[in-house]
């Protein structure tokens, strides 16, 4: 099948104002909050910079898994939506800005920065040739611009297909999808123990990337279908984009809702069965103090009711109804985040019990912000739809 | 003359089906099915299919066999033999957990299609009028057909039969039931059915109690089974007690076995008892590894009673205290042997020897939060 010559004959190329109508604003209540937090509380601000950084984290490189994945499975439904993805890629550029404040007060949130500290302790000495200050700064640049090349890549083999045409270059991005796949899978899981686990450094969980990996991919699936269904009723995207494609992103995002439940319970079960001080204390502090209704809550929020909002069939075809999904599974991210973070808070700061204020909406404001903003300023003006793809026509013809 | 069941069409390409079975909606026929030999994409809208309710009857099917499940697991740790295992909660619902889900997917999809089978099939009948007619030879290999049912409200031989010659089929067959088809009910309720299941189901207990209580235990099947020697805790009609074991003679002791000769009695132990290990650098190795098992726990790390139970437990007190401090060797020996208030004896688990290492690393540890001015030069 040649259909690589199929001309597209109508894309819309600016993108929704509200985009920007909301994105700046937020951009800016965002930033003002997290300064007069600064300001204020540095610590809780820091912990909360955090949060926001996983959630970033998550949205921007969870992309460009999404773009690799598809090439490396020469998946044809979601060709339509692989610039999108490229796109939101580009957010992913920003971590480094979120996370410049966390490591200027590492020493506040990670016990195993203290050189003192680890001397005095048997566990930290033993682990120390990884986690240490001048590794830890290694590993973060290394990921970040390792990850940068890859998204440059695949973004600007996609866009140069666009105009050349040309076949070869979806071959050359799936070869280059393949050690992408493997770099990454290492990526992802150091960043969720340098940044999350080992906020609390004596603890240790085999799975614990996997564990962020699962809510990443759905928060980047969830992030994706906001923008495609926003994209599509402003027209962006072509006429041929219908329910049979939205039909699979749900079905995605319920199958990584599934596989995050799958993985934070075998993390659980597993400790809670050995019973060993050594791994239940990291459970303990988010069982008092009223983090049990938030561990019990954690169970609803992101597990059993996304998995029945996205269940029913009809669910997955019905835009506003997978709209309503997708936002309450970035929501859930974020509490899960949240709940990851903010116990070692309390450890930190001699406070009891979850906190929640102006500056926890403050940094939820400014992640949106950069969301919005960011995409708005990667994708204005540019098409919206890999139009040299050969895989295209096929796509658009895709049926259920 | 049979009775009709349908009339076939069979047509060359899958556009040719979808077009015809379009049509054959919009002519408003309800009792019709589609065969092809490969599924075919946008079949069920061509057909204005409604979407299947069976994952709800899966789901229930899944969920009432979840909540039985639970109830037995309850019942057995509960009920039927009540145990702590593991120090586990007596109800171990995370330990549960698994067992429900795979419960729950087992019997939702077993079930599902074991009911289906039973409604749709009419098991255990195995006959179909479609089958072994030249139609689905057709449809299984290279053709795409199309019946419309006898049954259907709007049925009408003469019409049916023009109307799908209208609409393309090259080939329009009348399918008959066979003659045992024609009365076909569902024969899973028939007398003759279920009592040959009670009978299978009766045999084959029946043999396996046979072959599990009886058959092993007859000669020359029992391979030893049976021998004509008492076993331990066996009924014995020979002693007076009716317990086959005989209990040793009162002082026995056991080989490399050393009686502990002050158990009721601290003060003799105070004052008898002389640690027969001398304080070197093995011995403190080997009581400072068993204190850590065994008493830091509750007394701590450094013996400060700065227990890790978290409350859950009383805290265990303080060694350094005078008390303790002014104690004799023999004294500590004994309380680790025997316990004391809530604190249990370790006799058992920790060797004579170990206990006495302990003994050596707690003066070990008193020494070194309480030095002397000579320990420092």
Known sequence: MSNHDTQINYVRKDLPKGFLYYGLPLLVIGLVAAFIAYDVDPIRASFNNLISLLLIISVGLG???????????GAVWSVP??????HQGYIFLVTPLLALPVLFHMHDMYHWTHAEAVLNDPILYQKAPYLNESFFFARSIGIFVIMSIFLFMFARNSRKQDETKNQKLSKFNAVLSAPFMIIFAISITMIAIDYAMSLEPHWFSTIFGVYYFAGTFATAMAILTLITLKLKSNGNLLEEINSNHYYSMGGLMFAFTAFWMY?????????????IPEETFWFLPRMENGWEYLSIGLVFIKFIIPFGLLLNRSSKLNPSRLKLAAFWIIGAHIYDMYWLVMPTYNHVSDTHGPVFGWIELGFVALSAGIILTVYYLAANKKNHIPIGDPKLKRALDFHI | MSKLYSVSALFKTPDEIMKAAAKVADAGYEKYDVNTPYPVHGMDGAMQLKSSKMGYYTIAIGLTFMSLMLYFMYWIYNVDYPQIIGGKPQFPLPALV????????????????????????????????????????AVSSDKFGLVIEAVDSKFDLESVKSFLSSIGAYKIDEIYFDEEEVNNKNRILEPKFVVGMFLIAGFTSMSVYLHMNKALYLPPFDWMLVQHKVTAQDHSDFFKNGISSREPVKGTVAQGFMPYLYSEDPDGASQNLVNPYPADEENITLGKRKYLTYCSPCHGDLAKGDSRLRGQFPNGPTLHSDKIKSWTDGRIYHVISEGQNVMPGYKKTVTKKERWAIVNYVRTLQRALDAKEEDMQ
């Open chain 1, 81 to 86: 939506f692989r610039r999108i993805a490229e």
């Open chain 1, 263 to 275: 993985m934070a319970f075998s993390q659980y079960m597993l400790i809670w069965y050995a019973n």
């Open chain 2, 98 to 137: 698994p067992i429900m889900f795979e419960i729950t997917i087992l019997t939702g999809a077993v079930l599902t299609v074991a009911i289906m089978i039973i409604f749709y099939f009419k098991f255990p009948n195995n006959s179909h009028p479609l089958h072994d007619s030249s139609y689905m030879k």
């Open chain 1, 63 to 73: 992309a460009i898994f999404l773009v690799a994945l598809e090439h490396i499975v």
